[in-house]
């Protein structure tokens, strides 16, 4: 079965520092791996997917991920952290060979300092 | 595109009661999915749907849950009898299906069971 794993469930970082989540996979079929983003009392908004193409992948405002199969990590990315980026991120996998099950991570919430 | 719509977005009942919440996925998606997000367990995909039809409801808690989608613009996911340990919120999400598998998510329902 799959599974995403993130490391750190509150991360913090000053506004313009880079932003570094991280999710590592359990696959043993090539997986899809999304992340999406949910600001509070929101639902979730997906940030980006991998599926199988380029391997870097870029997303909404600003962030990207990089999907690197020795390393069964697709840790998501943003340069510059703005003050809005503040919310909870998941990670999540789809197996490639079922219908279409998300399974998510277990958070990370981000905090921007001032 | 209006988005999923879920509704009520927030919900009060006392402990015993009938709950029922509502979806409408967006149009021309033909998958969707019920979610549960509470604290002590993250995201838990409870039932789905592909083309009207529920595919796996393993994730349902107990007999206690229902869910049912009569026609591809509704679903309804009922709680009879309602108990504190239901107090979550509800996610629904839907996807076009086949090649397109990301899911979007509409903006929950708050339900707290007193």
């Known amino acids: 079965a799959q599974s995403v794993t993130q490391l750190g469930s509150h991360v913090s970082v000053s506004e313009g520092a880079l932003v570094l989540l991280r999710c590592n996979y359990s696959?043993?079929?090539?997986?899809?791996l999304f992340w999406y983003v949910q600001y509070p009392n929101q639902g979730l908004q997906l940030l980006l997917k991998?599926?199988?193409?380029?391997?870097l992948v870029k997303g909404i405002n600003g962030f990207e991920a990089e999907f690197k199969k020795s390393e069964t990590s697709f840790h998501l990315t943003k340069p510059s952290a703005h003050m809005s980026d503040a919310a909870e991120y998941f990670c999540?996998?789809?197996?490639?060979?079922?219908?279409?099950?998300?399974?998510f991570g277990s958070g990370t919430q981000l905090t921007v300092l001032p | 595109d209006a988005g999923v719509i879920q509704s009520p977005r927030h919900e009060v009942t006392e402990m015993g009661q009938e709950v029922t919440l509502r979806c409408k996925p967006i149009?021309?998606?033909?998958?969707l999915f019920w979610y549960r997000q509470t604290m002590m367990r993250g995201l838990e995909l409870l039932i789905y749907?592909?083309?009207?039809?529920?595919?796996?409801d393993s994730g349902m808690p107990e007999d206690r849950f229902s869910a049912k989608m009569p026609n591809a613009s509704f679903s309804t996911l009922k709680i009879q009898p309602s108990e504190p340990r239901d107090s979550a919120v509800y996610f629904c999400?839907?996807?076009?299906?086949?090649?397109?598998?990301?899911?979007?998510f509409g903006p929950g329902t708050r339900l707290t069971v007193t």
């Open positions: 999540a996998v789809i197996h490639s060979g079922s219908a279409r099950q998300l399974t």
């Open positions: 999400a839907s996807s076009l299906g086949q090649g397109n598998i990301e899911q979007y």
């Open positions: 749907f592909n083309n009207n039809v529920p595919i796996d």
């Open positions: 696959s043993s079929v090539p997986p899809y």
């Open positions: 991998y599926t199988s193409a380029a391997t």
């Open positions: 149009s021309g998606h033909n998958s």
